[in-house]
Nanobody, 124 residues
Framework: QEQLHEFGGGSVQAGDSLTLSCTASGVTFTDRSIMAWFRQAPGKERESVAAITWNGGDTWYAEDVKGRCTISRDNAENTVYLQMNSLKPDDTAVYYC????????????????WGRGTTVTVSS
């Protein structure tokens, strides 16, 4: 059974840091595989946060998180991380991990596997 499982969500104060992790089980990674983080804030559409190529570790970030977030991966553990610093209330959302071989890393529908999400709440 293929699945992704996110960990690390919680309630924090503005300015705090938080690191999310996502572990893939039963997923075969190839040289085309990409893992990514998306988020969906209350009442808003899902948006891309960051992505990383499994093979080379090349990264992409949404403009509104660039400089505050770092995506990384541990291939041996089939795990991807999202380190978030200087969190703001606008970062409050359900964060989802995704995996697949998209041709555009920012398009969620092009990913094959999704986690259930982990909630991040940032209070002012």
């Amino acid at each position: 059974q293929e699945q992704l499982h996110e960990f690390g969500g919680g309630s924090v104060q503005a300015g705090d840091s938080l690191t999310l992790s996502c572990t893939a089980s039963g997923v075969t990674f190839t040289d085309r595989s990409i893992m990514a983080w998306f988020r969906q804030a209350p009442g808003k559409e899902r948006e891309s946060v960051a992505a990383i190529t499994w093979n080379g570790g090349d990264t992409w970030y949404a403009e509104d998180v660039k400089g505050r977030c770092t995506i990384s991966r541990d291939n041996a553990e089939n795990t991807v991380y999202l380190q978030m610093n200087s969190l703001k209330p606008d970062d409050t959302a359900v964060y989802y991990c995704a995996a697949g071989a998209p041709n555009n890393v920012r398009i969620g529908s092009q990913y094959t596997y999704w986690g259930r999400g982990t909630t991040v709440t940032v209070s002012s």
